[in-house]
């Protein structure tokens, strides 16, 4: 029986790159059914809700959800419908991995580096108050419950991947308590795994080595708030947020997306590049057990990066994301 998956197309690009996307799976062969729902600003503008209940109705029975960007509005009520999604399904593990890839030119070769970001709790909680007109407390929380799961896929990750070394970031030097905790879970866990060499660096100086020296690291596991930052500093060193992909996994759902925002300021001129995207839909088909899929959109796309003829302007070519679309069904033929 075809496999059911939930598509939202949301705002800005997300149409476009979810159409090309969409193509290009089905060129492939992916043999997927799709329960498409447009979601987001102009959803909500158009009918009254940001997310259709039979959006979340779809997801709740396919389970797997092939997310395009959404732009949320400010004032209505949601802070994020991104960090809304990651909460009510308690899709905890944010998985990006940054790869170089051959044909994209950056100062950085051979990067690397997947990261886990705990993705439900930190200073994304959302608790934040008011205490006088002058001052505001946002308060970080970290549990024992979030951070083992989190720092414990990593090890799996890395075992199962045949990786080296789990890094362990964080801000324990001030943050005593809430990073010291992190921290400290990162070390117990690593016992369980002696295998894979365990170490840690502070966010500070993770950054810096990260553009000196971005080869040295392998898996990171980190916060909510760091592990947002340092995958933006990630995808700067592979040639952008076009080429960032990540999955958002709980005990029960899945979520997939790019992990760039709507990108309203080229929305509508057809040169977004769908491959963060696509990339993202192949972590989609190996999570699906169609590997094989997965890899032959993987080798199309590496094809037509090395091609270099429709590059879309964000890798510094002059490409559509049709051409580039089509360019890649062509290679899958
Ligand atoms: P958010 O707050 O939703 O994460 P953001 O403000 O960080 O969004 P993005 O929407 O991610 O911003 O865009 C940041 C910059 O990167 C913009 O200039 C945008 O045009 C560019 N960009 C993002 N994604 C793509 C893409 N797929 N193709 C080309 N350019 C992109």
Request: charged share 25%.
């Amino acid at each position: 029986m075809k496999q059911t998956i939930t598509v939202f197309k949301g705002d800005g690009i997300g149409p476009e790159i979810t159409d090309a996307v969409l193509e290009i799976l089905d060129a492939a062969k992916a043999d997927l059914d799709y329960e498409i729902f447009n979601v987001g600003e102009a959803e909500y503008e158009a009918h009254g809700a940001l997310i259709p209940d039979d959006a979340f109705t779809s997801f709740e029975k396919t389970r797997v959800l092939l997310k395009s960007p959404i732009t949320t509005p400010v004032g209505k009520g949601f802070r994020s419908l991104n960090v809304m999604m990651r909460k009510k399904y308690d899709l905890y593990a944010n998985i990006r991995p940054a790869r170089s890839n051959a044909a994209i030119k950056t100062p950085f070769e051979n990067v690397d580096i997947v990261i886990f970001r705990e993705n439900t709790e930190d200073l994304y909680a959302g608790v934040e108050e008011m205490i006088d007109k002058d001052t505001a407390h946002s308060i970080k929380i970290i549990t024992r419950a979030c951070s083992e799961r989190i720092i414990r896929d990593a090890f799996e990750y890395a075992v199962k991947q045949g990786r080296k070394t789990v890094t362990c970031v964080h801000k324990a030097n001030i943050m005593k308590l809430s990073d010291g905790l992190f921290r400290d879970i990162f070390y117990e866990i690593s016992k369980e795994y002696p295998q894979i060499e365990a170490n840690d660096k502070i966010v500070d100086n993770t950054a810096m080595q990260m553009v000196m020296n971005p080869q040295q690291f392998d898996v990171i596991v980190t916060e909510n708030l760091y592990g947002d930052i340092i995958s933006d500093l990630s995808s700067g060193l592979i040639g952008g947020l076009g080429l960032l992909p990540s999955s958002n996994l709980g005990k029960d759902f899945a979520m997939f997306e790019a992990v760039h925002g709507s990108a309203p300021d080229i929305a509508g001129k057809g040169i977004a590049n769908p491959t963060a995207f696509l990339w993202s839909a192949c972590m989609m088909l190996d999570h699906l057990g169609k590997q094989e899929v997965a890899a032959r959109i993987r080798r199309a796309v590496d094809a037509v990066l090395a091609d270099g003829n429709c590059l879309t302007p964000d890798l510094g070519g002059h490409g559509t994301t049709a051409a580039y679309k089509d360019a890649i069904i062509a290679k899958l033929a």
